[in-house]
């Protein structure tokens, strides 16, 4: 004997929409952070303490670091000025936009700092910044 329930049979279905919002929330996050997980390619340097500091970084970007003794890095390369400059007018060709990022010791001279930063301001780089430690509460 078959018996059949007063309510209708409904059909089961698979509901799109939800999953579609779950992948794009999915797609945001992994965004968001892969964009945090940028390398810094420079040499180790002690940098100096501001409480103003952002973490700002891009992957596009130019990192030049300073030694204590005035020495020049592209990334981890050593160059001398003459080659600083052909290196920064050939990135200024390919993307004037591109941001600069000066790393220095906290024990490197002022001076070594502000000829690097004119190197980089006379090849008209505009998004230049100097590297520094965020302040620990």
Do not use: C, W
Not at 4 to 13: A, G, I, N, Q, Y
Not at 90 to 108: E, K, M
Request: hydrophobic share 40%; proline share 8%.
């Amino acid at each position: 004997m078959k018996l059949h329930s007063p309510l209708p049979v409904k059909k089961t279905r698979l509901e799109i929409i939800p999953l579609i919002d779950v992948m794009f929330f999915l797609l945001a996050s992994f965004m968001m952070v892969s964009l945090t997980m940028t390398k810094q390619q420079t040499i180790g340097v002690n940098l100096p303490v501001a409480t103003t500091s952002q973490n700002d970084f891009k992957p596009d970007m130019i990192n030049l670091g300073v030694s204590t003794i005035g020495d020049v890095f592209i990334d981890k390369n050593p160059v001398t000025l003459p080659d600083l400059q052909k290196q920064l007018q050939q990135r200024h060709a390919l993307n004037p936009d591109t941001p600069v990022y000066i790393s220095g010791d906290a024990d490197t001279r002022h001076a070594d700092m502000v000829r690097i930063l004119d190197e980089v301001r006379r090849v008209g780089f505009t998004k230049v910044a100097f590297n520094v430690r965020p302040a620990t509460p």
